[in-house]
């Protein structure tokens, strides 16, 4: 992987260079988090036709600024996706206070000392395996899926667009920290449950989550 700009400033600007190569090159240098910051994830031919050239030179000249170049062991571009958890997902409903906590925390593993916790609004990335208490494992994104390696899950915390037990409790860790969380039905599907997810009424949830990255 090349680690100097391949074209100059001239050329960018001009019809040398085409959208396409520009996305090719952005996918095949640019960190998976680096794709998601600038949303060129996904499919070379759906990224090309969505993304406008003015995006595309600024995001290749921020690539050599901040030096997110790609890991060998990364999974390719079209794999990173911004996705909901299946058994996590929630509408989004801001945070409402309370004054009973509805989760406990086991720390599994702790992180690294002086690493930083997430913030709400801060976007994650997170390696997770659901279970009912007491029951089946329902969900996990820690197993590849054929030929495809697993690859964390990145969504924003603290906003709602998971169940209330994962938004409270990854507010509380660290990167590269590891922690079960057993959930409360009132902080996870509650009465109604969630059939599509294997999830009965009124079930308590254990999530064993890793705090991947913070960005």
Known sequence: MSQEPKWTA??????AVSKKELVGYLQENGSNE???????????????????????????????????????????????????????VETNKPLKA????????????????????????DRVSVFYTGKLKDGPVFDTN????????????????????????????LLTMVRGEKAELTIKPEWAY????????????NATLVFTVELVDIF
Not at 10 to 15: F, M, V
Not at 98 to 118: F, L, N, Q
Not at 144 to 149: N, S, V
Not at 154 to 162: E, R
């Open 98 to 121: 309370s004054s009973e906590v509805k989760y406990e925390k086991r720390i599994i593993k702790a992180g690294k000392p002086g690493e930083r916790s997430p913030v709400k609004g």
């Open 10 to 15: 001239e050329e960018l600007a001009g019809d």
């Open 190 to 201: 509650g009465q109604k449950g969630n059939s599509a997810g294997g999830i009965p009424p």
């Open 34 to 88: 680096f794709l998601l910051k600038h949303k060129l994830n996904g499919k070379l031919a759906n990224v090309v036709k969505t993304s406008k050239k003015p995006h595309l030179i600024s995001a290749y000249t921020d690539l050599f600024a901040t030096k997110q170049f790609r890991a060998a062991d990364e999974p390719s571009a079209s794999e990173v996706k911004q996705a909901k958890p299946q058994a996590a």
């Open 142 to 169: 820690t197993e590849p899926k054929g030929r495809k390696p697993a690859s964390p899950l990145v969504f924003k915390v603290g906003t709602g667009q998971v169940i209330r037990g994962w938004d409270e409790g």
